[in-house]
């Protein structure tokens, strides 16, 4: 088992790793859309936020040795079920054909006033 720690991505704020890899996989920590680096909460549309959330579980992914290309499993915490619609257009030009399994839950409130959360898990590309 091994930890992953990234610059590409939000720092652990917590007892947690930003993402574990174990036997192939690539486990990714909750993200929210914080600029990695950044030390402003900006909240900005749903579209901003989840293009940011998408490039942070990307950023650990791929320093697990995987992508969002090779997710198999993606959960979206989404504080507005309205906002679905809009959340699926930034999804599906991200990952384009891919398309891994996929949850969406809606939750009431998220940290820092985000809208949206994201969870993965991705293979590792040469397990």
Do not use: C, F
Not at 76 to 102: C, Q
């Amino acid at each position: 088992m091994k930890s992953i720690s990234t610059p590409n991505a939000p720092a652990a704020a917590g007892h947690y790793s930003q993402g574990i890899v174990h036997n192939g996989l690539v486990y990714v920590s909750g993200q929210l859309p914080i600029v990695p680096g950044s030390l402003e909460h900006t909240v900005g549309t749903i579209e901003e936020q989840a293009e940011q959330v998408l490039k942070n579980v990307d950023a650990i992914l791929v320093a697990g040795g995987s992508s969002l290309q090779h997710a198999l499993q993606v959960t979206i915490y989404i504080t507005d079920v309205e906002l679905w619609g809009r959340l699926n257009v930034v999804y599906a030009k991200v990952l384009g054909d891919h398309k891994p399994t996929r949850a969406v839950v809606p939750v009431n409130d998220l940290h820092y006033g985000y809208q949206i959360e994201v969870v993965a898990i991705g293979a590792v590309k040469n397990a």
